[in-house]
């Protein structure tokens, strides 16, 4: 690092003793950055880098404890964090792929930009991880995202130049998280540079065979390392003559404010590895398109990024073929539509029943024979019986002027912390019974069954606050 930086590793050595640049990124399917967050309570500062993120003002524990982050309106992300996901670029209707996707930091983002459509896939190798990966994307109130644990080489397999863009968050050796979690020091010592940089260069052949022409690869870790940072990307290039690093546009990052360059002359420090001699200048050169957070430089910890394009033009996505129709099994689920006045018009082929259960498949959803897929789209609920119940993740998609049985909730009241807690409320004995949409204000966030003048709390038990 000192061989890196020169006279500014003193700067270096003392951004790790600032406060960690923890921050909060706003979910825009469902809250406008710029109103939302202005109420004085929240205390929060814009981070200059990103149109939706801010730092937090005060601790930790209020942001994760307030009603609007447990409605899905906001993730908690360090700063520097939030640029990965914003170089995808994403819009809606494109099929994209989050490789390294757990929990869903970078997930939630893409899948926000989408709008609810176009498909998501995001994939994590660890099932256990790919779980909370669920939960965030469920809580949030994203729709067209497939959760699958599998990995890339499988992936790759199937899915030949499928894909509009590819996010890589790769495993990396983590130097740039020492400041938060110094138990990363001590897995640095088992798996360093050497061993995350082979991994790295898998994974990223991998996402060559997926990624369509004219698509786009963001490659990004949490080091400092140039092994896995313009090493990795070095060794892309030189592998793959078919892509080139993008120039990165600064207004899609605000002006990049306090943002560098990657540097190929940062290669010649490699304890192993190639040197920028082993590279010839076409290449060498692209490296200075890549970005570097240096904690010295701004307000965030470190990380680095890299936008790559693969050479050709994009194919206009293919038509979907339906693939199921309605049937008398899925009566029960349409009743329950009518009885709630819901507006949902289901596209044709998109509506699947699987052992009770009841999804809404994303548009374009391919098949994928082997992968474990822990989510396919919209969970709606489960059909038990002849009877519909619906699920939380079908709450979070709604709106609320899409249902006409609602229960409303003040966001600063003590019943909505009651109902996410799973506890009984009194809300009258005038409601007729059955089932009703609650609110936080205008946000669904579940669901409850009046009956015989009790209020049943249908909040998933999984979800709720302790």
Same mark, same amino acid.
């Given at each position: 690092?000192?061989?890196?930086?020169?006279?500014?590793?003193?700067?270096?050595?003392?951004?790790?003793?600032?406060?960690?640049?923890?921050?909060?990124?706003?979910?825009?399917?469902?809250?406008?950055?710029?109103?939302?967050?202005?109420?004085?309570?929240?205390?929060?500062?814009?981070?200059?880098?990103?149109?939706?993120?801010?730092?937090?003002?005060?601790?930790?524990?209020?942001?994760?404890?307030?009603?609007?982050?447990?409605?899905?309106?906001? &993730?908690?992300?360090?700063?520097?964090?939030?640029?990965?996901?914003?170089?995808?670029?994403?819009?809606?209707?494109?099929?994209?792929?989050?490789?390294?996707?757990?929990?869903? *930091?970078?997930?939630?983002?893409?899948?926000?930009?989408?709008?609810?459509?176009?498909?998501?896939? $995001?994939?994590?190798?660890?099932?256990?991880?790919?779980?909370?990966?669920?939960?965030?994307?469920?809580?949030?109130?994203?729709?067209?995202?497939?959760?699958?644990?599998?990995?890339? =080489?499988?992936?790759?397999?199937?899915?030949?130049?499928?894909?509009?863009?590819?996010?890589? =968050?790769?495993?990396?050796?983590?130097? *740039?998280?020492?400041?938060?979690?110094?138990?990363?020091?001590?897995?640095?010592?088992?798996?360093?540079?050497?061993?995350?940089?082979?991994?790295?260069?898998?994974?990223?052949?991998?996402?060559?065979?997926?990624?369509?022409?004219?698509?786009?690869?963001?490659?990004?870790?949490?080091?400092? $390392?140039?092994?896995?940072?313009?090493?990795?990307?070095?060794?892309?290039?030189?592998?793959?003559?078919?892509?080139?690093?993008?120039?990165?546009?600064?207004?899609?990052?605000?002006?990049?404010? *306090?943002?560098?360059?990657?540097?190929?002359?940062?290669?010649?420090?490699?304890?192993?590895?190639?040197?920028?001699?082993?590279?010839?200048?076409?290449?060498? =050169?692209?490296?200075?398109?890549?970005?570097?957070?240096?904690?010295?430089?701004?307000?965030?910890?470190?990380?680095?990024?890299?936008?790559?394009?693969?050479?050709?033009?994009?194919?206009?996505?293919?038509?979907?073929?339906?693939?199921?129709?309605?049937?008398?099994?899925?009566?029960?689920?349409?009743?329950?539509?009518?009885?709630?006045?819901? $507006?949902?018009?289901?596209?044709?082929?998109?509506?699947?029943?699987?052992?009770?259960?009841?999804?809404?498949?994303?548009?374009?959803?391919?098949?994928?024979?082997?992968?474990?897929?822990?989510?396919?789209?919209?969970?709606?609920?489960?059909?038990?019986?002849?009877?519909?119940?619906?699920?939380?993740?079908?709450?979070?998609?709604?709106?609320?002027?899409?249902?006409?049985?609602?229960? $409303?909730?003040?966001?600063?009241?003590?019943?909505?912390?009651? &109902?996410?807690?799973?506890?009984?409320?009194?809300? *009258?004995?005038?409601?007729?019974?059955?089932?009703?949409?609650?609110?936080?204000?205008?946000?669904?966030?579940?669901?409850?069954?009046?009956?015989?003048?009790?209020?049943?709390?249908?909040?998933?038990?999984?979800?709720?606050?302790?």
């Amino acid at each position: 690092m000192k061989q890196m930086l020169g006279q500014e590793y003193e700067d270096f050595e003392k951004s790790f003793e600032k406060e960690f640049h923890n921050g909060i990124r706003v979910n825009t399917l469902k809250a406008d950055a710029k109103s939302f967050f202005s109420d004085e309570e929240f205390s929060l500062k814009r981070i200059p880098w990103t149109d939706n993120g801010f730092y937090m003002g005060r601790e930790k524990r209020f942001y994760s404890s307030h009603p609007y982050y447990h409605a899905g309106l906001y &993730y908690i992300q360090e700063a520097s964090a939030m640029v990965p996901a914003r170089l995808m670029d994403a819009r809606p209707g494109q099929r994209l792929l989050d490789l390294c996707a757990a929990p869903g *930091g970078k997930s939630t983002e893409l899948a926000a930009r989408m709008r609810g459509e176009g498909l998501l896939i $995001s994939n994590d190798v660890s099932r256990s991880r790919a779980k909370a990966l669920v939960h965030n994307i469920e809580t949030m109130g994203f729709t067209n995202c497939v959760v699958t644990s599998a990995a890339p =080489d499988k992936l790759a397999s199937l899915l030949p130049e499928f894909f509009d863009g590819i996010l890589i =968050d790769a495993p990396c050796s983590g130097e *740039g998280m020492f400041h938060k979690e110094a138990s990363m020091m001590e897995s640095w010592k088992r798996s360093g540079p050497d061993f995350y940089h082979d991994l790295q260069k898998e994974i990223l052949a991998s996402a060559a065979a997926m990624l369509a022409p004219g698509g786009r690869l963001v490659y990004s870790t949490c080091t400092f $390392s140039p092994q896995e940072d313009e090493g990795s990307i070095a060794w892309f290039l030189k592998n793959y003559p078919d892509f080139h690093v993008e120039e990165i546009d600064a207004d899609l990052l605000c002006g990049m404010p *306090g943002i560098d360059r990657g540097q190929a002359k940062w290669l010649d420090l490699c304890p192993e590895g190639e040197k920028s001699v082993d590279y010839p200048d076409e290449i060498t =050169d692209q490296l200075g398109r890549t970005l570097r957070l240096w904690p010295q430089h701004l307000e965030g910890e470190g990380h680095f990024a890299a936008v790559l394009r693969k050479d050709g033009v994009r194919q206009a996505h293919p038509a979907d073929t339906g693939r199921n129709v309605r049937g008398k099994d899925l009566d029960p689920f349409f009743r329950f539509l009518h009885e709630m006045g819901i $507006s949902f018009q289901p596209e044709a082929g998109r509506l699947r029943l699987s052992n009770g259960y009841v999804q809404y498949l994303p548009q374009g959803m391919p098949d994928l024979p082997g992968v474990h897929i822990l989510r396919s789209g919209w969970f709606l609920g489960q059909i038990k019986k002849d009877r519909f119940e619906p699920s939380g993740a079908f709450a979070r998609g709604l709106k609320k002027s899409r249902c006409s049985r609602v229960i $409303s909730l003040p966001s600063s009241g003590k019943d909505i912390r009651s &109902y996410l807690k799973c506890q009984t409320l009194d809300v *009258g004995s005038d409601l007729p019974s059955g089932w009703y949409l609650v609110c936080m204000d205008d946000w669904p966030v579940g669901w409850c069954k009046i009956g015989g003048g009790r209020f049943k709390n249908k909040y998933p038990a999984g979800w709720r606050i302790l």
